[in-house]
């Protein structure tokens, strides 16, 4: 495979537990998700100690520095060695206004009152 102190990146994500699957790693490199130091990754660039490797999965950014790259999944405490998270915490969910509730039987809102729904949803 060639020296010890580099391996694949796609190969890394899936042994560190990054990526379910060693395909989707390679997807995610193929779709451009992948960063290493800024660029954009292909599936078989090698990375080594100190790459910073950037994941981007269902609009968040997973942000890890590598610090012992391995080829084989591990243990997730041994897995959890094996790189620096440095992602940022993800922002706190915004609580939606509570549902309005109208007396039963009333049948479908009027203008007006819809008016007023939007008015106390925050809407115009």
């Known amino acids: 495979m060639g020296s010890s102190d580099s391996v694949r990146v796609d190969s890394w994500l899936w042994a560190v537990r990054l990526a379910k699957?060693?395909?989707a790693a390679t997807t995610a490199c193929k779709g451009g998700h992948v960063r290493v130091?800024?660029?954009r990754a292909k599936p078989a660039q090698r990375i080594g100690p100190g790459d910073e490797v950037r994941l981007t999965r269902s609009g968040f950014q997973r942000?890890?520095?590598v610090t012992r790259p391995i080829a084989k999944r591990v243990s997730a405490s041994v897995a959890a060695?094996?790189?620096i998270d440095s992602t940022p915490p993800r922002p706190a969910k915004t609580e939606a206004p509570a549902p309005?509730?109208?007396e039963r039987g009333l049948g479908r809102p009027t203008k007006r009152d819809r008016r007023a729904i939007d008015k106390l949803r925050g809407r115009s």
């Open 37 to 39: 130091n800024g660029d």
């Open 21 to 23: 699957t060693r395909s």
């Open 63 to 65: 942000i890890v520095t």
């Open 100 to 102: 309005v509730s109208r």
């Open 81 to 83: 060695e094996c790189l």
